[in-house]
Each structure stands twice: as C-alpha cells, then as structure tokens.
C-alpha cells in the first residue's frame, strides 16, 4: 500500500490494513462489494472526499472489497454495504451504514 496523501487506497489484507491503522491517526474505510449498485454510486464522492483539501492532509482514505478481504469485514461486522468506518488512533469512532454521502462527511469531519 502506498503512502502518498490523498486518493482512496485499495486495502488487500488484513495485515495492511492493520498496519494503515498504526500508520495514520485518522483512517476512514469504505466496506464495498463489486456486485454493490450503490457502492458503485457513492465511490467517486468519496475519491472526491479523500482528495479534498479538507481532508487530504488529515485521514487516510481505504477500500476494502468484503468478498476479497472478509476477515476484516468479519471483525467489524459488516452486514451492509456499502459501510463506512472512521477509525481515530486505531479506534473505531464512527460508523455511517449506506451510500448517505453527508452523513459520511460529517462523521470524517467530527474525527479530523
């Protein structure tokens, strides 16, 4: 996984991912499936968020794909899709179930 700022990053293990946790103070994690319609919908709004000026420099913005990584998405119960986790210093903080784009900036705004 790459350390540049900005954009959504693709997470494929759970060792990758646990390592984004340690790396980053603010990490927002976009549970998504390829056979998801509104997974597809909300994704470039997200690529938008993560490549805002608001949160660019602030969070670390992953995907993880539910049926390629299902150990994460087993460990956080990830019962919908898409869901969005923030995590702030490797804690879940913040939980937004669905493609409700306001309700994610708000929840990425309350952890940054």
């Given at each position: 996984m790459s350390s540049e700022v900005g954009g959504v990053h693709n997470v494929g293990s759970?060792?990758?991912f646990d390592q984004a946790l340690k790396d980053n103070q603010v990490v927002v994690v976009d549970f998504f499936a390829t056979w998801c319609g509104p997974c597809k919908v909300v994704a470039p709004k997200v690529v938008e968020m993560s490549?805002?000026?608001?949160?660019?420099?602030?969070?670390?913005?992953?995907?993880?794909?539910?049926?390629?990584v299902p150990d994460v998405a087993q460990e956080y119960s990830v019962k919908a899709m898409p869901t969005f986790m923030v995590?702030?210093?490797?804690?879940?903080?913040?939980?937004?179930v669905g493609a409700n784009v306001k309700a994610l900036e708000n929840a990425v705004g309350s952890a940054v």
């Open positions: 759970k060792a990758d490549n805002s000026d608001s949160y660019k420099e602030k969070a670390r913005f992953l995907k993880i794909d539910v049926d390629e995590f702030k210093d490797g804690e879940k903080v913040q939980e937004v």
